[in-house]
């Protein structure tokens, strides 16, 4: 693993663990050129997967960026931290699972919010106007109006 601070490509582990999911170890590391000390995160990765974006692009499917834009909806909620890193596991392992290696983007999309709605409707509501692009207030009410149950006459 090369260093992040001097480049140097000879570092040394000192300490693995498994991290908070158990499906990532976690390893302290050390530099025995600049003394920095650093750490890395190694997962198990079933298959390489390719998004194809609604353009026809395609892209090598990036957890990052998928746990950036979760990690956004989900900023300011009270959600514990494990949780979210459970959610977003699990959205890769369905992604993998799906016996495919290039997979649409809105069918990511769909699974995101799938999973967003059952941990927070306010998450839900944050990915899906930007996944959906809405441009007015309107958008987000008529979004809003379709979470709710619908409102029965009590005559």
Request: no cysteine; aromatic share 10%.
């Given at each position: 693993m090369r260093c992040p601070f001097c480049g140097n490509i000879d570092t040394q582990v000192k300490d693995s663990r498994p991290a908070e999911d158990h499906v990532a170890i976690r390893r302290r590391r050390f530099c025995p050129a600049c003394g920095g000390r650093f750490t890395t995160?190694?997962?198990?990765?079933?298959?390489?997967?390719?998004?194809?974006?609604?353009?026809?692009?395609?892209e090598d499917f990036d957890r990052d960026k998928l746990e950036r834009s979760i990690r956004i909806a989900m900023q300011k909620?009270?959600?514990?931290?494990?949780?979210?890193?459970?959610?977003?596991?699990?959205i890769v392992r369905r992604l993998e699972s799906m016996g495919e290696t290039d997979i649409p983007s809105g069918t990511i999309g769909e699974i995101v919010m799938e999973s967003l709605a059952r941990?927070?409707?306010?998450?839900?509501?944050?990915?899906?106007?930007?996944?959906?692009?809405?441009?007015?207030a309107d958008d987000f009410e008529e979004f809003v109006s379709e979470l709710r149950p619908p409102e029965t006459d009590s005559e």
């Open positions: 995160y190694e997962r198990v990765q079933l298959r390489d997967l390719v998004v194809i974006k609604s353009t026809g692009k395609r909620r009270a959600i514990e931290p494990e949780r979210i890193d459970q959610m977003i596991s699990g941990i927070d409707t306010v998450a839900y509501v944050r990915f899906a106007s930007v996944y959906k692009n809405f441009q007015a």
